[in-house]
């Protein structure tokens, strides 16, 4: 079953913008993490977030948790043409070996 | 520093078929996970195995087997290839086991099955 769902399903803005992607989960996590996959790629790591953080950056990108609340959001800013990607949210709680992938974000950065 | 490689990248079976996809990291990692990546499912756990010699089930199971063959490699097999079976797959590796540390993908496996 997938534990986090990512909110939009696609987001097309103008490069130069910010963009926002959120991911809401349903049980208790040890971390949160985001991957980037390029089109007809594999998925690379972005950013890990533990539940004991509340907001971390690296770069361009900023992530926040909300474990109250069960969710977090990924922003970045300055979007660039080369960031249109599919954005995952993926969840790791319980066993130490399963990490839960959500089902994406398609962000289109228009040049 | 190659990371994590995957082969075949593309092939196509006829149902009832048998193939395995073979994957080899090279970063002296205990854990490695084999997903199926499908339209609108995002990535659905396999089988994944924690160490050398370990092994256990995923999300998805049913009509794979795995192989873990030493500390680099970690096989998939389909016996009886399905229509159903059509995805990518995706092998991974993580050095601290995913409730710590960052997984690392390899470029996939499109398989079609007809």
């Known amino acids: 079953s997938q534990q986090g769902e990512e909110d939009p399903q696609a987001l097309s803005i103008q490069e130069g913008e910010n963009a926002t992607m959120n991911c809401s989960y349903k049980?208790?996590?040890?971390?949160l993490q985001w991957y980037r996959q390029n089109s007809g790629r594999g998925l690379v790591h972005l950013i890990l977030?533990?539940?004991?953080?509340r907001e971390k950056h690296s770069g361009r990108l900023r992530v926040t948790l909300d474990t109250s609340k069960k969710s977090s959001s990924l922003l970045i800013t300055a979007s660039r043409a080369a960031d249109t990607a599919s954005y995952f949210c993926?969840?790791?709680?319980?066993?130490?070996?399963?990490?839960?992938f959500g089902k994406g974000t398609l962000l289109t950065v228009n040049p | 520093n190659a990371g994590v490689t995957q082969t075949p990248k593309f092939q196509v079976l006829k149902t009832g078929q048998s193939m395995t996809l073979q994957c080899a990291q090279d970063?002296?990692?205990?854990?490695m996970y084999w997903y199926r990546q499908d339209p609108g499912m995002g990535l659905r756990l396999i089988y994944y195995?924690?160490?050398?010699?370990?092994?256990d089930k995923g999300e998805v199971p049913n009509g794979y087997n795995v192989s873990r063959l030493n500390k680099r490699e970690f096989s998939l097999r389909l016996e009886s290839a399905a229509p159903s079976q059509t995805s990518v797959y995706f092998c991974?590796?993580?050095?601290?086991?995913?409730?710590?540390?960052?997984?690392?993908f390899g470029e996939g496996s499109r398989l079609t099955v007809l």
């Open positions: 993926a969840t790791s709680g319980g066993s130490n070996y399963k990490l839960t």
């Open positions: 049980t208790s996590i040890n971390n």
């Open positions: 977030i533990r539940s004991n953080e």
């Open positions: 970063m002296n990692h205990n854990s």
């Open positions: 195995s924690a160490s050398e010699g370990t092994t």
């Open positions: 991974a590796s993580s050095g601290q086991g995913a409730n710590t540390g960052e997984l690392f």
